[in-house]
């Protein structure tokens, strides 16, 4: 079921954190926890559907330059993540 912004409880973001950590690794992707952290807060904030240019923002310059990762595939793995969370 998606959740709105207010309604993100703290064992949701939890999960989501969980899952999108294991999204990462599951692409081959190295970080070390903050990505992931400012993805889940930023679903806190803005919703479920956060448009390329909100990931971008919420992602750090290094991450993606050490994944070689763009905000487009960022964004896939942020779906993914939410798919396996419901």
Request: charged share 35%; proline share 2%; net charge positive.
């Amino acid at each position: 079921m998606a959740q709105s912004p207010t309604q993100m409880t703290k064992a949701s973001r939890q999960r989501l954190l969980s899952r999108l950590v294991d999204e990462f690794e599951r692409r081959g992707w190295r970080e070390d926890g903050h990505t992931a952290l400012a993805l889940v807060s930023m679903l806190a904030r803005t919703g479920e559907n956060p448009s390329v240019e909100e990931v971008d923002r919420a992602v750090d310059r290094r991450f993606r330059v050490q994944n070689q990762a763009d905000a487009t595939e960022i964004q896939a793995a942020l779906v993914g993540a939410l798919r396996k969370d419901r």
